[in-house]
């Protein structure tokens, strides 16, 4: 069985977009791949974030995933500052790329560029994904588009250490979903659906209240053509909508077209508005179902458990080859 890693960072509250782009893939991955998702709370560190806020965050995404459908029997699911190893093989390969390459990842320039004082995390941070996933040797890295230029760097790193140490990592593919790896904006679908947008009227929230989503889904931006059409380029709000719907219904956007024929938005968005609907209800209820009682600390020790010894063997082979170890262990 093929090995596949990702991580998700508990930072705000997680959106339709993050369902549609990270939770809901991994679900459906599970059948096929031996599976490794981690909550990437040392990553979220890179800016403030309020305590109380941030368990709660990360609570909550882990219970997502399970309520999403992950199955923590099968998969190993934990929480990255559980594996203190991940810190310590981050350090190390930080020390393998320069400046130069840290620099040029886009979502470190688009910070740097707003003028903002940054934190060297954002820099660094790259590094630190690094030893996530080739702590592990997945075959597989699946991300949104924003991230595969940091698997990228991922593959360099990995086979810069391969070559001057000795075969150590597997090289890691990136796979960005064609359907569903950007979720737009509903009322800027030029813009990435995202939590950290201050506006919430085109962002939905998996825990919000229901109904007040179907309205979001129902007032969403759309072109004056009212025909249910897939075309990104000239009417971007109407594709990002059959996007979502071909997603949560597993069927084709071609399909949906058909089905909409004849037929204006005030139709296709009331029905996608009872879809979201009831995905999102389905959801809530299992995630009250899981978080009331000591389930989920059960599921992050076990996780932590079944990661820990893949980490120690990994690292320690890291630093055997390095030189950094001098006696037998
Ligand atoms: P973020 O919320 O930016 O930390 O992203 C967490 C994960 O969700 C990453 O794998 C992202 O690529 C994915 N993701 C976030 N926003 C979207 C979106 N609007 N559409 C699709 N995937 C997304
Ligand atoms: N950097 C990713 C994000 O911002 C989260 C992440 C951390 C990750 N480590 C990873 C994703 C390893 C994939 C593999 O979304």
Redesign the pocket.
């Known amino acids: 069985m093929k090995r596949m890693l990702?991580g998700?960072?508990p930072?705000?509250r997680?959106?339709?977009?993050?369902y549609?782009?990270?939770?809901k893939p991994f679900v459906s991955y599970q059948d096929e791949y031996e599976m490794f998702i981690f909550i990437a709370n040392l990553h979220s560190m890179t800016v403030y974030q309020e305590p109380a806020e941030l368990r709660k965050n990360t609570k909550d995404l882990i219970a997502l995933y399970i309520a999403a459908g992950l199955d923590p029997e099968r998969v190993t699911l934990f929480l990255q500052s559980d594996v203190l190893e991940h810190a310590q093989l981050g350090w190390y390969l930080g020390c393998m790329v320069s400046m130069g390459e840290l620099s040029r990842m886009t979502q470190y320039k688009d910070k740097a560029a707003k003028n903002e004082v940054i934190g060297a995390g954002i820099f660094n941070y790259p590094s630190l994904m690094n030893a996530d996933i080739l702590m592990y040797d997945p075959d597989f890295v699946?991300?949104?588009?924003?991230?595969k230029q940091h698997v990228e760097l991922c593959r360099d790193v990995a086979e810069k250490f391969n070559s001057r140490y000795s075969d150590t990592f597997k090289v890691p593919t990136p796979l960005v979903?064609k359907v569903?790896?950007?979720?737009?904006?509903l009322q800027n679908p030029t813009k990435?659906?995202?939590?950290?947008e201050e506006t919430s009227k085109g962002c939905i929230y998996i825990l919000d209240d229901i109904n007040i989503s179907k309205k979001k889904i129902k007032s969403a931006m759309t072109d004056s053509d009212n025909s249910v059409h897939f075309d990104k380029e000239n009417k971007p709000g109407i594709s990002n909508l059959l996007e979502i719907y071909s997603i949560l219904t597993n069927r084709t956007i071609k399909d949906i077209e058909q089905q909409y024929v004849g037929k204006g938005y005030g139709e296709f968005k009331g029905d996608l508005a009872e879809i979201v609907g009831e995905e999102l209800q389905r959801i809530q209820d299992k995630y009250k179902e899981i978080t009331t009682g000591s389930y989920l600390d059960e599921v992050l020790k076990a996780g932590a458990e079944k990661a820990r010894p893949l980490a120690r063997k990994k690292l320690a082979k890291v630093e055997r080859k390095m030189g950094i170890t001098i006696t037998k262990r």
């Open positions: 990702s998700i960072k930072t705000g997680v959106t339709l977009g993050n549609i782009g990270a939770i699946p991300v949104g588009e924003d991230q979903a569903g790896g950007r979720i737009m904006d990435k659906m995202s939590k950290s």
